[in-house]
């Protein structure tokens, strides 16, 4: 029956309606009154459920992609650019990355046209829809003909029953066999996807990740390794870790080794004028945010901000705006007014305004284009990483700001399906719980702003404070 599922045929309506019920059947389920053994058959049963329902996911999305890209073509979009926003649809649908709906389809599209031996383990709940991503992964690189025989090749009790590794080395053994040479060129492009990214780490770290080809990784290893080592031996009391993380920061930046990496690039903290000026003690006196990390406690914002030059820091001061935390002034520091605009925007939005996006915002979008009368303003504006951008750029696609505190938008694709996207809330002052005059007393004492190289927003906050 599943073979024929078909959302125009009203016992498919229904089934989406089954799916539904079962869905709030399963959200008041506690466990309380059941033996160990339906507890585990539970457990065994959903698992084998979650597979079928990502195989109705991918026939489901592959249709999708097939009734978007016929719409468009009736549009008159030209082959080049039909299938633009199916991805996203699907990402929205899913609740993921533009980035993780676009491989959905792909797998979808895959799967259905090429692995229909995956497909229908996957649809009959025997592997997961991972197992599936595993088998079209590692077959990406052959023939068409090719991956048809490894599809075959690789029985249902391989596929279900292999470990996550034995199954990969079994697919690459097949692949190597089948077409050497495409196995080869296959790692020339994985040179080409060399990179460089960073997310944050617990305890205001972070996490720099280089992926290199294998030789220039282990190279790059070991000179840190061997430096780290010397330094050492002469006498340096740091670890060697610190010495190599303290190494790899000063070589990236050209600076002298043998010493703590002074920082000469700009990083961007969105703090409140209450925090900034000290408004509570230590870890408790609110937060801010560094742009690509995240939150930070206001106390280590302070030391960012009023670091003198001999640390080498250029900070840019942004504000937050004290009862609902909206981004509303920049830096004088800004060069100019269409970049500054640009930046503000950036900072505010953060990452991508999609939702469920984390992408790097590339692109400052109008939200209601220019052609249609939209204004060029911190407003209107947002900010998309690239592939969103050109998604939406697809017939169909609508989008509004909401009046409101934080600044809203709302998203309507080509189906109708609408999605709202916030701005990520700026950090919040710190509570005042002191009287105004410790509150002046302490201000004079460790905040005198104006004596400081502060930039004019920053003085005329410090005058307003001494005069309350
Ligand atoms: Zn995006």
Not at 243 to 254: E, I, N
Not at 304 to 333: F, K, N, Q
Request: charged share 25%.
């Amino acid at each position: 029956m599943l073979d024929t599922f078909d959302l125009t045929d009203p016992l498919a309506r229904g089934l989406v309606q089954h799916a539904r019920a079962l869905g709030e059947a399963l959200a008041g389920f506690d466990g309380d009154q059941d033996d160990a053994d339906d507890l585990i058959a539970l457990v065994a049963t959903l698992e084998d459920l979650k597979c079928r329902a990502e195989g109705a996911q991918v026939v489901a999305s592959a249709a999708f992609d097939a009734a978007q890209r016929a719409e468009q073509a009736a549009a008159g979009v030209p082959v080049e650019r039909q299938g633009q926003g199916v991805g996203l649809q699907v990402a929205l649908a899913r609740r993921e990355s533009h980035h993780r709906g676009q491989r959905h389809l792909g797998l979808a599209r895959t799967l259905v046209g090429e692995l229909p031996c995956t497909l229908q383990a996957l649809r009959a709940g025997r592997i997961s829809e991972w197992r599936a991503t595993l088998v079209a992964r590692e077959t990406a690189c052959l023939l068409r003909e090719h991956r048809a025989e490894v599809d075959q090749r690789l029985g249902d009790d391989d596929l279900h029953s292999w470990g996550e590794r034995e199954l990969l080395g079994e697919l690459r053994r097949i692949a190597y066999r089948l077409d050497a040479e495409s196995v080869v060129s296959r790692r020339r492009h994985a040179e080409s996807e060399r990179t460089v990214s960073l997310r944050p780490a617990p305890d205001t770290m972070t996490y720099l990740t280089a992926l290199l080809p294998v030789a220039e990784g282990v190279g790059a290893y070991a000179a840190l390794t061997r430096a780290a080592d010397t330094a050492r031996a002469d006498g340096d009391e740091r670890s060697r870790g610190q010495v190599m993380a303290d190494l790899l920061v000063t070589r990236v930046l050209s600076q002298p080794d043998g010493g703590r990496p002074q920082i000469p690039v700009t990083v961007n903290v969105v703090v409140s004028d209450q925090v900034l000026l000290g408004a509570g003690d230590g870890d408790t006196g609110g937060s801010a945010e560094v742009d690509g990390y995240g939150p930070v406690p206001g106390s280590l914002a302070r030391d960012l901000t009023t670091a003198g030059p001999e640390v080498a820091v250029a900070i840019r001061r942004l504000y937050a705006r004290p009862a609902e935390g909206g981004l509303v002034a920049m830096d004088s520091r800004a060069r100019c007014f269409p970049a500054g605009l640009a930046e503000l925007i950036r900072l505010r939005d953060r990452t991508c305004r999609t939702p469920w996006c984390d992408a790097p915002i590339r692109h400052t979008d109008h939200v209601r284009p220019v052609a249609d009368a939209g204004f060029t303003t911190a407003t209107n504006g947002q900010g998309l990483c690239e592939a969103c951008n050109y998604a939406k750029q697809a017939p169909g696609w609508t989008q509004q700001v909401v009046d409101g505190l934080r600044h809203e938008v709302i998203t309507a694709t080509p189906t109708g399906q609408t999605y709202r996207s916030a701005a990520p809330p700026c950090p919040r002052p710190a509570a005042v719980t002191e009287s105004p005059a410790d509150r002046r007393y302490e201000l004079s004492q460790r905040c005198d702003l104006s004596r400081r190289a502060g930039s004019p927003l920053e003085m005329a906050l410090a005058r307003h404070l001494h005069a309350a």
